[in-house]
């Protein structure tokens, strides 16, 4: 993405998340469910925080960028 964005010029890219898809795996400590237990809640709440934090991140940054996100 940043090899695109270096060329000042529009672009389109596309992330997919796959957390919250079996086998629902997600790093430990992130979430209140251990990340062992390959829950589907598990997995859907991971992608819930990873996304929020992601655009907390992103959020000074942004400048003329429109995020979509589909679910």
Known sequence: MNH???KGK???NH????SNHRPF????????I?????????????TDFAMGDSSK???NSLGSTIPFLLF
Not at 35 to 44: F, L, M, N
């Open 25 to 32: 795996t997600y790093p430990k400590n992130k979430i209140d």
């Open 15 to 18: 992330i997919m998340t796959v």
């Open 10 to 12: 529009p672009f389109f």
């Open 34 to 46: 251990p990340g062992d237990s390959k829950s589907r809640e598990g997995g859907i709440k991971y």
């Open 4 to 6: 695109e964005a270096e």
């Open 57 to 59: 991140k992103q959020a």
